[in-house]
């Protein structure tokens, strides 16, 4: 798989994910019952895109992430990967625990139930601000790589 084409996928679907979490977010504040199909079906979608975030990702991570894990360790800013990536390795999980638990709680009666509504609140509530810090964890780890690199020619290697 083109190496460019996967640094556009993992992201595009992280971002998606976090759109559908808002939306699963924003749809329960005022939950119906005709909502309800919507909200459980946005929410399987969440967990799905979030799922394939997680594989992408980890593709790029054991097949093209050693090379670049030496340019950062090796330039100005290697705290890129010894804060931020070791933060995306860990944290990710949790986020994946959430976006897998999000559609079981929307299966809950919604429209009716205030506990059910206050769960799927706060299980979307949490997802949305933890993948930003995904993503531009993401971000930084690839400023990282190019300011590596950029270095490395300035010293003339």
Not at 11 to 28: C, H
Not at 47 to 61: F, K
Not at 105 to 118: E, F, L, Q
Request: aromatic share 10%; proline share 3%.
């Amino acid at each position: 798989m083109n190496t460019n084409v996967v640094l556009l996928i993992h992201p595009a679907l992280g971002g998606l994910a976090t759109l559908g979490a808002l939306w699963v977010f924003v749809d329960t504040l005022n939950a119906k019952e005709s909502s309800q199909p919507r909200i459980k079906n946005i929410s399987i979608l969440c967990a799905v895109l979030m799922w394939l975030t997680y594989i992408i990702g980890g593709y790029w991570y054991v097949v093209h992430y050693g090379a670049e894990k030496a340019i950062i360790q090796a330039g100005p800013w290697s705290f890129a990967h010894g804060i931020f990536m070791e933060v995306k390795e860990h944290v990710f999980l949790m986020l994946l625990l959430l976006a897998t638990y999000l559609p079981i709680v929307a299966s809950g009666d919604i429209a009716t139930n205030k506990k059910a509504r206050s769960v799927l609140l706060w299980v979307s509530g949490l997802i949305v601000p933890i993948s930003l810090s995904m993503e531009g964890s993401g971000a930084i780890i690839s400023v990282a790589v190019k300011i590596g690199l950029l270095f490395k020619q300035s010293q003339g290697g």
